[in-house]
């Protein structure tokens, strides 16, 4: 069965450091792998995604993540925080495998980026 | 103008009525969902939509049911509500490719409580 671990509930990291929010996952098949962002009162945002090619993508805002299929992670990072990505974040998994149209999100963490 | 839009976005009843919540979209999407979001668990799928004429249960869609009105519309109805279906609920759309590498877009969310 699919499943999305994000081991981290919060996140804290002062503004202009580099910041890493860890995804963890289990498909029986090849994934798509998806970023997504929630600001209050808002919907979820994409920010990036991982389908194949490149371990290394790059998506909206500066954030960027690493595909790496031994570890099976696929951790969110930036080069420097923003006090304005404060924000809670969702990894998401879709196994195409079985028709990859059921997407597992991970249960969320909330990354603080203090001034 | 929202490409996914919800109403309402906030509902306050109490246990056993009947509640409604609708979406539409402009995204011309074929692929429709409903979620909910607790805290710590992250997004549930309660029922999707692939067309108009398909429906199709998620993981938690007891106590729950859907009406797809038009590829536009998706709606989410709790015929009894009870306390433990106080959440905030989201809708979201994706293109209708099968092996689709697409992100989902969602609305703004719908926040009920059951008193």
């Known amino acids: 069965a699919q499943s999305v671990a994000q081991p981290e509930d919060q996140v804290n990291v002062a503004e202009g450091n580099p910041l890493t929010v860890k995804c963890t996952y289990s498909?029986?098949?090849?994934?798509?792998l998806f970023w997504y962002v929630q600001y209050p009162n808002r919907g979820l945002q994409f920010l990036l995604k991982?389908?194949?090619?490149?371990?290394l993508v790059k998506g909206s805002y500066g954030f960027e993540a690493e595909f790496n299929k031994s570890q099976t992670s696929f951790h969110l990072k930036k080069p420097s925080a923003l006090v304005s990505d404060s924000a809670l974040y969702f990894c998401?998994?879709?196994?195409?495998?079985?028709?990859?149209?059921?997407?597992?999100f991970g249960a969320g963490t909330r990354l603080f980026v203090k001034a | 103008d929202a490409d996914v839009t919800q109403t309402p976005r906030n509902r306050i009843t109490k246990t056993g009525k009947r509640i409604m919540l609708e979406c539409s979209q402009t995204?011309?999407?074929?692929?429709m969902y409903w979620y909910r979001q607790d805290p710590g668990l992250g997004l549930r799928l309660i029922y999707y939509?692939?067309?108009?004429?398909?429906?199709n249960k998620g993981e938690i869609s007891d106590g729950y049911s859907v009406s797809r009105q038009a590829q536009a519309k998706f709606s989410l109805s709790l015929e009894s509500a009870i306390p433990n279906q106080t959440a905030l609920y989201f809708c979201a759309t994706s293109p209708g490719d099968s092996n689709s590498n697409q992100p989902q877009h969602f609305g703004d969310g719908t926040r009920l409580s059951i008193l």
């Open positions: 998401a998994v879709r196994d195409i495998a079985t028709g990859g149209f059921k997407t597992i």
């Open positions: 995204k011309g999407h074929d692929r």
């Open positions: 498909v029986s098949g090849n994934p798509y």
């Open positions: 991982y389908i194949t090619g490149d371990n």
């Open positions: 939509s692939f067309d108009v004429k398909d429906i």
